[in-house]
């Protein structure tokens, strides 16, 4: 592949990252009169770890990964938009997604002004390398793969995956979201092995923090800095660091919830598949089910009406008549499966 160094904008590999009164700072100090803060207040009047260290080394503890090689995000919708921003010139380059895959890649693209190309998923929501790899010229810097993928809820398979790794002449970003649904599939293991290679993964999902907005991109130490240099200096506030330092404790929990979820995903889709409105349930790898209907839209206002609120994923490529549905609590799963009765 071109190097990093190479695939990065001009303005980007130039840029004066600002520096705050807390990356200049190391050792211990007892007086901070550094960052105009209020003195009173404590601890909310200061601000917080630029880097993250110690949520850092929790996190590299957890995933089993260096801490150099570990970005922290307001999400993981951060490093999407970061990544764009550093890799793409308006105007100029061009990013790939497969499709239909999770919003924001284009959102994102879209506020750049960097054109997205669209490389539809096979009828069964697997790569197809070939078209990919036709999409791209020398204009594309990344492409974006979703495994398990949003909305169709499968894994891509890992051969497909290694294939663009080898042959694409930029970056492979693969968003692994809901990865903690899918143990054992995700690459983290592989990301020494790949220059090219960063991965996203979130803590939204499976460890129930979406409220505190924290994501990770995991990459070489070259990829973090360039991260580490565009984003806003103190991207994670002081709350969020503390609350994930104490959350991140609660692994067995999250192993019995991730437990849990997968029976109820597996119990749904057995149940759900009778109805006579169902006309296909997908496999799933996420905490998800992707159901073809007769009438999607129809059963979606329907389970408005009811106050079960799920998404519509009809106008979706490859989606028509699909609602996609998030696995709940077994009383709230009860609950859709009660709905529904209700309609036979
Ligand atoms: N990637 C995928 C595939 C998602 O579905 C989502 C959230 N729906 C995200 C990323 C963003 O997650 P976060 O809360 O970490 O920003």
Not at 2 to 8: A, G, S
Not at 17 to 38: K, Q
Not at 284 to 313: C, P, Q, T
Request: hydrophobic share 40%.
């Amino acid at each position: 592949m071109t190097t990093i160094k190479n695939l990065l904008r001009k303005n980007i590999s130039n840029l004066h990252p600002y520096s705050s009164a807390r990356d200049e700072f190391t050792g211990e100090a007892m007086v901070f009169l550094d960052a105009n803060e209020n003195p009173f207040n404590e601890p909310y009047n200061r601000y917080p770890d630029p880097l993250q260290k110690k949520l850092k080394e929790k996190v590299a503890e957890l995933k089993n990964i260096p801490a150099e090689n570990i970005f922290l995000g307001n999400g993981s919708d951060e490093p999407i938009d970061l990544l764009i921003r550093a890799f793409c010139e308006p105007g100029t380059d061009n990013i790939i997604t497969i499709d239909p895959t999770y919003g924001m890649y284009q959102v994102a693209a879209d506020i750049s002004g960097v054109e997205l190309r669209k490389v539809a998923l096979t009828t069964d929501f697997q790569l197809d390398t070939d078209a990919i790899l036709q999409a791209t010229d020398t204009n594309t810097k990344l492409i974006f793969l979703c495994s398990p993928n949003n909305p169709t809820g499968n894994s891509l398979e890992k051969e497909a995956i290694l294939r663009l790794l080898n042959h694409f002449k930029g970056i492979v970003i693969l968003d692994e979201a809901y990865t903690d649904f899918a143990p054992g599939k995700s690459l983290l293991p592989d990301l020494e092995s790949f220059s090219n290679l960063i991965i996203l993964q979130t803590f939204s999902k499976a460890w129930g923090m979406a409220g505190i907005r924290l994501g990770m991109a995991f990459a070489s130490t070259e990829i973090i800095e360039i991260l580490n240099k565009i984003k806003y200096p103190y991207n994670l506030n002081v709350l969020t660091q503390q609350k994930a330092l104490e959350l991140l404790n609660n692994k067995e929990t999250v192993k019995e919830w991730i437990k849990l979820l997968i029976a109820e995903r597996e119990k749904m889709a057995e149940q759900l598949k009778e109805f006579p409105f169902v006309v296909k349930i997908y496999p799933s790898d996420a905490n998800f089910l992707l159901i073809k209907m007769h009438d999607a839209k129809g059963i979606y206002n329907y389970l408005v009406e009811k106050g079960i609120i799920v998404r519509d994923r009809s106008s979706v490529h490859l989606c028509d008549n699909s609602l996609r549905i998030t696995i709940g609590t077994p009383e709230e799963n009860n609950k859709l499966t009660e709905a529904l009765n209700e309609l036979i």
